[in-house]
């Protein structure tokens, strides 16, 4: 299981601008790579990446294969009320990977 | 006409209309991408960042940042070009509502020194752009071999 690390203040003051930033373990493999047996290694990416406030989207990212190993992402929400941000990467082979994180404001 | 005659006609037209439409959005290149994101609009420099470093020393992993003016009109989303990796699309951001603001990082990869390009579409249409010099010293691994 791949993993994910996701750094986010836990207990934020209530209005506060926070930084989420998130990176998870993934090859990330272009498809343009060629084995030491000269054979093509298949594509294999995550694709999409969404992060979701109370269900409200705060950012989507769709990868293409300039983005590098352990796709890392950081970006911003206001810390409105107390809830949950929720994580989903999404990619070729069935990669499928949903995290989530309790905020609560202070 | 003879039948080989209308044949040969119709081969010639298919190949034209084949060509032309190569030559105005070949999705191959920097210009033909962005087009292919804007819908053909023109992408006006200004109100859109792109931070990089000028001098990147590992290709691999190129810490990037995309910003927009606070003044600006509602940006949905905002798409990252390169000029010279194998595929133009880097990455394309959409924010939300409840992002705090138009501001997103992330690491990429550079095969070798090039431009880099992101362009902002506003919610009125419109869209923005700024273009970057890289220089690569160590590219990133595209060909295999090595790590």
């Keep these: 299981m791949a993993r994910a690390l996701i750094t986010v203040p836990k207990a934020p ?14 090859p990330m493999e272009t498809g343009h790579r060629v084995d030491a047996t000269g054979r093509r290694v298949p594509r294999s990416l995550i694709r999409r990446f969404t992060c979701h406030y109370d269900g409200e989207l705060v950012l989507a990212a769709e990868l293409h294969p300039a983005v590098a190993a352990n796709p890392y992402f950081a970006f911003y929400t206001i810390a409105r009320d107390s809830g ?16 989530s994180v309790r905020i609560d404001v202070t | 006409m003879t039948g080989r005659r209308h044949a040969l006609r119709i081969g010639a037209g298919l190949a034209a209309v084949a060509f032309t439409r190569r030559a105005a959005a070949a999705p191959d290149t920097l210009a033909g991408a962005i087009a292919a994101f804007t819908g053909g ?16 020393d590992n290709g691999n992993t190129v810490p990037i940042t995309v910003s927009v003016d606070e003044a600006l009109a509602r940006v949905e989303s905002v ?9 133009r699309d880097v990455v394309r951001f959409v ?7 138009v501001r997103a990082s992330t690491r ?20 923005r752009s700024d273009t ?3 220089v690569v010293t160590l590219a990133a691994c595209i060909e295999g071999e090595g790590g």
Excluded at chain 1, 13 to 26: P, T
Excluded at chain 2, 79 to 87: C, D, K
Excluded at chain 2, 108 to 127: C, Y
């Design chain 1, 13 to 26: 003051r209530r209005g506060e601008e926070i930084e989420i930033r998130v990176l998870i373990a993934h």
């Design chain 2, 95 to 101: 924010f939300g509502p409840r992002a705090a603001r």
């Design chain 2, 41 to 56: 609009a023109p992408a006006t420099a200004g109100g859109v960042r792109l931070e990089v470093a000028a001098l990147v």
């Design chain 2, 79 to 87: 798409a990252v070009f390169n000029e010279r990796n194998p595929e």
């Design chain 2, 108 to 127: 990429i990869r550079l095969a070798t020194s090039q431009k880099l390009v992101a362009v902002a579409r506003l919610s009125d249409g419109t869209f």
């Design chain 1, 84 to 99: 949950t941000l929720t994580f989903v990467w999404q990619g070729d082979d069935g990669f499928a990977r949903t995290e």
């Design chain 2, 132 to 134: 970057v010099d890289v």
